[in-house]
């Protein structure tokens, strides 16, 4: 089938590399343009342009596409079967939509239409879902309302990561990109009920709120880490919690409270931070963390 593939992040290249080992005749990739990164701020290529790049395979990147008439053209003059979207990061225009026989794909990492939006997999931990999933769906002008083909479901352990799930998610979506192409399956369309948005994160969101219980904040940590990931304040100086867990304690928010490990009291129970990290220095174990810093029970964490 000749397809184009358009993704552009680590949770999309899983699905271009299956469509190419299967066979499919990829006539381009589409992929953010490479950007600043790393402390030279070199422009880099994003890991879909790299896996393209090693596969031999045609990249285009444009900055947008949605009143590219250019773009459009170019697009329509691949004459495609489909075109598979993962994660892409751009708002594809009717103008695109329309031009593959088959339409566009998207590989999108929920339970539609639970979690439509650009943040789906650190939603649903956030949100104490006991399962998620991926949706394979025809791709129409709307923000992923547009009709399902395929779907496959994963339980969310109690201690699930966005990384563990990620990884996850993103295997299954290239099984399963393979066999809505295969099978070409009839679509169904999205139920209104029980809609919901995953809103892009900002760095923000980092930034833990002890009022909050216990059990919040852990999924906090367990979803935004390693970005937007998750900080508190001692004074002027962030502090990056990287990882934690619900324990037995109480106290004002914020406050940390006496014993072993750095334990620090919620708006209900307190949250047990085993990994953390100040700004410029490497990550420590709290016990490790505590021999070099002055956390004394008591201190308010804000």
């Known amino acids: ?65 949605r009143r590219d008439e250019a773009e459009h053209a170019a697009f329509r003059a691949l004459d495609l ?53 991926i949706t394979i769906m025809r791709m129409e002008e709307g923000l992923d309302t547009g009709p399902m083909l395929l779907k496959d479901r994963v339980a969310i352990g109690p201690r699930a990561t966005t990384p563990e799930l990620h990884d996850a998610l993103a295997a299954m979506g290239a099984r399963l990109i393979l066999e809505a192409l295969a099978q070409d399956p009839p679509a169904q369309p999205q139920p209104e009920d029980g809609a919901t948005y995953a809103p892009k994160l900002t760095k923000a969101d980092a930034a833990l709120d002890w009022a909050r219980p216990a059990a919040v904040l852990d999924r906090r940590v367990r979803a935004l880490n390693p970005w937007p990931g998750t900080t508190t304040r001692h004074g002027e100086e962030v502090l990056r919690i990287l990882a934690a867990e619900p324990c037995e304690g109480s106290g004002a928010p914020g406050e940390v409270l006496p014993g072993p490990g750095l334990r620090v009291a919620c708006g209900e129970g307190a949250l ?11 990550a420590a174990d709290a016990e490790a963390f505590r021999r070099g810093y002055a956390l004394r029970p008591g201190t308010r964490l804000a």
């Open 81 to 133: 079967d489909a075109a598979v979207v993962a994660a892409y990061g751009l708002i594809l225009p009717p103008a695109m939509l329309e031009a593959p026989r088959r339409g566009c794909l998207n590989i999108h990492a929920s339970l539609l239409p639970r979690w439509r939006g650009a943040a789906p997999i650190h939603a649903a931990i956030l949100a104490g879902d006991a399962e998620t999933g």
């Open 272 to 282: 047990a931070v085993t990994r953390i990290q100040r700004a410029g220095r490497g």
């Open 1 to 65: 089938m000749r397809l184009a593939f358009m993704g552009s992040p680590d949770f999309a290249v899983p699905a271009l590399r299956a469509l190419h080992a299967a066979g499919h005749e990829i006539a381009c990739v589409y992929a953010q343009p490479p950007r600043p990164a790393h402390r030279g701020q070199k422009e880099t290529p994003c890991p879909v342009h790299r896996a393209a790049l090693e596969l031999g395979l045609p990249v285009r990147t444009p900055a947008r596409v």
